[in-house]
């Protein structure tokens, strides 16, 4: 079964709308970390944020804001006034107490954002 | 600077050759990590390994293989067993200390099988 899922294959927007992109988990374990990642056209993955299970608040980085969700095993990414930088395909992760040096990863959403 | 370094970033590959990827990271993580990445797929873990010496088959392992002589070092062969070699390969470390289980990623190898 996939741990995660990104239902949002491709999405396109024009400059300086707001887009969010949908993370869905699955996990029996009651400790667990949740990740964002961009990768840009160069190809490396950068790391965006990590949080833990017992803590729900939702975070704000600038543009950038995450919406954790126990309740329904969410937690998604909304990109604010969005910029033609942010252009790239974005992965959710997920590590389990049982091995947090494993990370299952979704399959990605590409993010286009056109001027 | 600490990170890591996979290197070629381009290889490509005649059917029926074995190849090798270098993944060295510098950044003293004991973990270490091999995805491949294709098109609409997201990343599917090859091996990995938590200390040296050591590692584990992920979702994709066959055709492949690993070593981990060393701490920094974690290199990936693609062998002929391989049918589908062609993909985008990253390699990735992390430790249970510092930076919390945090992944770090490579900037990524491209086999084209020619």
């Known amino acids: 079964a996939q741990k995660v899922t990104q239902a949002q294959t491709e999405i396109s927007v024009v400059e300086k709308e707001d887009v969010t992109l949908d993370c869905v988990y699955e996990t029996r374990d009651t400790t667990y970390y949740l990740f964002w990642y961009k990768q840009p056209p160069s190809g490396e993955l950068v790391f965006l944020i990590r949080?833990?299970?017992?803590?729900?608040q939702n975070e704000i980085s600038g543009r950038y804001s995450w919406n954790f969700q126990k309740s329904t095993s969410s937690f998604n990414f909304t990109i604010t006034a969005s910029q033609v930088v942010d252009s790239a395909v974005y992965f959710c992760a997920l590590s389990e107490a049982d091995n947090f040096n494993k990370f299952y990863f979704g399959s990605g959403t590409k993010l286009n954002v056109k001027p | 600077d600490g990170g890591i370094t996979q290197s070629p970033k381009y290889l490509f590959r005649k059917e029926g050759q074995n190849v090798t990827l270098s993944c060295e990271q510098n950044l003293n993580h004991d973990a270490m990590y091999w995805y491949r990445q294709d098109p609409g797929q997201g990343l599917r873990l090859i091996y990995y390994?938590?200390?040296?010496?050591?590692?584990q088959k992920g979702d994709i392992a066959e055709g492949y293989s690993v070593s981990r002589e060393k701490k920094e070092s974690f290199p990936l062969t693609v062998t002929s067993a391989q049918k589908n070699p062609t993909a985008f390969y990253l390699c990735a470390s992390s430790n249970k200390q510092g930076q919390r289980y945090r992944a770090f990623f490579g900037q990524g190898t491209r086999l084209t099988v020619v």
């Open positions: 949080r833990n299970s017992f803590d729900e």
């Open positions: 390994s938590q200390i040296v010496n050591d590692f």
